[in-house]
T-cell receptor, first 115, second 112 residues
Framework: GAVVSQHPSRVICKSGTSVKIECRSL??????MFWYRQFPKQSLMLMAT?????????EQGVEKDKFLINHASLTLSTLTVTSAHPEDSSFYIC???????????FGQGTRLTVV | QKEVEQNSGPLSVPEGAIASLNCTYS??????FFWYRQYSGKSPELIMS????GDKEDGRFTAQLNKASQYVSLLIRDSQPSDSATYLC????????????FGKGTRLSVIA
């Protein structure tokens, strides 16, 4: 299957600082990537759809000024959590689709802990 | 609102038995259906994809799709303790690059 690499896998940051998470498609070009958040014992919640070369589309209730998404190339999307607070602590996962209507491949996920 | 429903479980089966996981979806226009397995603390990994009515088999796994009933299932034969995980049903609508809609997952426990 296709490989999606996410980095870092785990990060601890202080409240008020910003954290950048990278998502790369290693062996295919992904015009669209998706960012999810998962709280313990809950399902994946879609945060935003990231399109190469254009602005991300955010789901209702997700603050676009807090969760900055940049999809600068066909193989890289980044999510920056700005002014992080303890309630932002969660498991963030990106995914990418190689071709329309096909399966999504997931990155390894990033465990963010804000202290 | 597009919804995907799964029984949260836990579903407990003895080792060697068949585990049956079920999923229903609300969007009748959905075209693509997927089963993912997620171990605790890890990201989901694809188990099966199915696009047309009927059965699709891959090793110990069989996915079944019935679009008329808006129902997808996953059968795991000869269940192993290593199959213990949360299984997520995911559905995509008719547009190619729309995000997957996930169910809340069914937690499977295979008891040795």
């Amino acid at each position: 299957g296709a490989v999606v690499s996410q980095h870092p896998s785990r990060v601890i940051c202080k409240s008020g600082t910003s954290v950048k998470i990278e998502c790369r498609s290693l062996d295919f070009q992904a015009t669209t990537m998706f960012w999810y958040r998962q709280f313990p014992k809950q399902s994946l919640m879609l945060m935003a759809t990231s399109n190469e070369g254009s602005k991300a589309t955010y789901e209702q209730g997700v603050e676009k000024d807090k969760f900055l998404i940049n999809h600068a190339s066909l193989t890289l999307s980044t999510l920056t959590v700005t002014s992080a607070h303890p309630e932002d602590s969660s498991f963030y996962i990106c995914s990418a689709v190689r071709q329309p209507n096909t399966e999504a491949f997931f990155g390894q996920g990033t465990r963010l802990t804000v202290v | 609102q597009k919804e995907v429903e799964q029984n949260s479980g836990p579903l407990s089966v003895p080792e060697g038995a068949i585990a049956s996981l079920n999923c229903t979806y609300s969007d009748r226009g959905s075209q693509s259906f997927f089963w993912y397995r997620q171990y605790s603390g890890k990201s989901p990994e694809l188990i099966m994809s199915i696009y047309s009515n009927g059965d699709k088999e891959d090793g110990r796994f069989t996915a079944q799709l019935n679009k008329a009933s808006q129902y997808v299932s996953l059968l795991i034969r000869d269940s192993q303790p290593s199959d213990s995980a949360t299984y997520l049903c995911a559905v995509r609508g008719s547009s190619g690059n729309t995000p997957l809609v996930f169910g809340k997952g069914t937690r499977l426990s295979v008891i040795a």
